[in-house]
Every structure is written in C-alpha cells, then in structure tokens.
C-alpha cells in the first residue's frame, strides 16, 4: 500500500530553519526520483526541488535556490528537505511525492500525503 507521511513543519520566524522530512512506503523508493512541493492558499501546488533516488541528482525552483536542500535516505526510504533563510512566501502546506506522482486504486487516482504546514512569521 502507498504511503507518504511528511513531517517536520511548523512556525519560523523569518530567516529561521526547518527540516522536513518524508517516509515512503509502498513502491520501489530507490529507483524514483521524489520531490517536494507546496501549495499556498488560493495558489497552484508548485514543484519545490527534486532528486534522483539512484544517483543523488538534485533540481530547484528558483524561488528556493541556495536556500533549500533536498536529500534521501534510501535505507530509510525517507527524503528530506533542508530549509534555511527562510521567508514569509514559503507560507505553505508542503508535501512530498514521487517524479511522475503516485497512483493508486483502479481509476489511477492521483495519490497524495497529508502533507506539512509550515509558516513564516514573525
């Protein structure tokens, strides 16, 4: 059974740390390359960073750039997201997932975790 658990959010000041953190289960972790996103209220959900399980490749959207840092444990089947310097805009739920996303049951249901609230505030 897929399972996608995130954990680690909560409330920053501005220019604080977080380090989320995702535990997968249910398919083959280190052949998939994971992601992190996040959606803000009234706001798409957009692709934060992503990396190959297998060869540690790593991508970022700009607005997180030098300031975020994605990395996985494959014998924990967990993957991880480092924030620093981080700013009012991150305001969001963020959520990890597979590079393409899960599907389950027989309709191939797009498959997402419950996700974890972090917020930028002073």
């Known amino acids: 059974q897929v399972q996608l658990v995130e954990s680690g959010g909560g409330l920053v000041q501005p220019g604080g740390s977080l380090r989320l953190s995702c535990a997968a289960s249910?398919?083959?972790?280190?052949?998939?390359?994971m992601s992190w996103y996040r959606q803000a209220p009234g706001k798409e959900r957009e692709l934060v960073a992503l990396?190959?399980?297998?060869?540690?490749?790593?991508n970022y959207a700009d607005s997180v750039k030098g300031r975020f840092t994605i990395s996985i444990d494959n014998a924990k089947n967990t993957v991880y997201l480092q924030m620093n310097s981080l700013k009012p805009e991150d305001t969001a739920r963020y959520y990890c997932?597979?590079?393409?996303?899960?599907?389950?049951?027989?309709?191939?249901?797009?498959?997402w975790g419950q996700g974890t609230q972090v917020t930028v505030s002073s």
């Open positions: 990396i190959t399980s297998r060869f540690g490749s790593t």
């Open positions: 249910g398919f083959t972790f280190s052949a998939a390359t």
């Open positions: 997932n597979r590079a393409p996303i899960l599907r389950v049951g027989p309709k191939g249901n797009d498959y």
